[in-house]
């Protein structure tokens, strides 16, 4: 347990509905990340959070996905309109104030998303 | 663009020593990263180099060349629980992760 925490850890949804995904990062980490991975291929970087503020998104994230981290600690990501290309592990990450190297990203377990 | 180029699979005697090279082209380099991931698992810390040089950390060493664009990451002693996918991945600016696409680790008895 790296203390990290997603939810739910598998969903299933039909083509069109929306899906919303939580991230508890560790407490004092203000650096969140969301990533995206399919089978057989390395995590694809989605979005990025500094405390409360979005501070950097992937092109792979279309305006059908939007992320929130309202206080600063827990983090949303919702896509809307699901479609079947949107099926894949999404994997949040987090890390404390960065000094040095030494850069290590916790993440979580994950949420399998299966659009059906 | 962006890449990251890692061989698919590797396979090795347990108890042996195995290689796992990674290059890159990445625009924005801050570091080269190795994380270790079990099937269905989260992808867990293992290493990072953010200068030239061989860090060692027990039986995980890893090496990085920026001149040559190259890492790679040795695995002493091989234990049959070290079969996972491990990938390499460039930091950037944010300290967000660039990621290779894995390298698969079949360790024999």
């Known amino acids: 347990d790296t203390g990290v925490s997603q939810d739910p850890r598998h969903k299933i949804t039909k083509r069109g509905q929306n899906v919303t995904f939580r991230c508890d990062p560790i407490s004092e980490h203000n650096r969140l990340y969301w990533y995206r991975q399919t089978l057989g291929q390395g995590p694809e970087f989605l979005t990025y959070f500094q405390n409360e503020a979005q501070l950097e998104k992937s092109r792979l994230l279309s305006d059908r996905f939007s992320a929130e981290r309202p206080k600063g600690s827990f983090s949303t990501l919702e896509i809307q309109r699901t479609e079947q290309g949107d099926s894949a592990m999404y994997l949040c990450?987090?890390?404390?104030?960065?000094?040095?190297?030494?850069?290590?990203?916790?993440f979580g377990q994950g949420t399998r998303l299966t659009v059906v | 663009g962006q890449s990251l180029e890692q061989p698919s699979e590797v396979t090795a005697v347990e108890g042996a020593i195995v290689q796992i090279n990674c290059t890159y082209q990445?625009?924005?380099?801050?570091?080269l990263s190795w994380y270790q991931q079990h099937d269905g698992g989260a992808p867990t810390f293992l290493s990072y180099?953010?200068l030239d040089g061989l860090e060692e950390t027990g039986r995980f060493s890893s090496f990085l060349s920026r001149s040559d664009s190259y890492g790679y990451l040795l695995l002493q002693e091989l234990q049959m629980k070290d079969s996972a996918s491990y990938f390499c991945a460039v930091r950037g600016r944010n300290y967000q992760l660039i990621w290779g696409a894995g390298t698969k680790l079949i360790i024999k008895p």
């Open positions: 990450a987090s890390i404390s104030q960065a000094g040095t190297g030494g850069t290590e990203a916790f």
């Open positions: 990445t625009s924005g380099f801050y570091g």
């Open positions: 180099n953010g």
